[in-house]
């Protein structure tokens, strides 16, 4: 498993949901020719809705979360990476990307495909959580 954050600052044009779930069934629109389905499900303590990206083989799910457990995971985050922008602690919302296994590499692309959807969001923090980095 893999995991990539990317904290939000304050917009003018929030996330949600529902902006994550549609945003990536455009972005990856040109996958469902290779199998790709995306789904929901519903995380069973929080309720919170998940997008689950699916292709034969592998998968990855996104979330979008908001609150206390964000603001501390922020705050863990700017007080274990050097050089980390200061103003990760003043994120509430983010989104988090959980990626299945992928021991024989087939999925590499899918991965940096939705690195690069991260990383096209203005002002967000993209951590990495394996190599407790900051991507940008």
Not at 10 to 27: D, F, H, I, Q, V
Not at 93 to 109: A, G, Q
Request: some cysteine.
């Amino acid at each position: 498993m893999f995991v990539i954050h990317a904290y939000l600052k304050k917009s003018s044009n929030p996330y949600s949901y529902e902006r994550l779930a549609s945003e990536l069934g455009t972005y990856f629109d040109f996958e469902t020719k290779n199998g790709l389905k995306i789904g929901t499900s519903t995380n069973p303590f929080t309720k919170q809705k998940y997008a689950i990206l699916n292709w034969p083989g592998w998968n990855f799910t996104a979330h979008f979360e908001t609150g206390r457990n964000v603001e501390a995971d922020a705050n863990y985050v700017a007080s274990v990476v050097e050089d980390c922008p200061p103003e990760i602690k003043d994120c509430t919302e983010r989104i988090r990307f959980v990626f299945s296994s992928d021991e024989r590499r087939d999925f590499t692309d899918h991965i940096i495909w939705a690195i690069d959807y991260l990383l096209e969001i203005p002002n967000a923090i993209i951590f990495d959580e394996s190599q407790e980095t900051i991507i940008r």
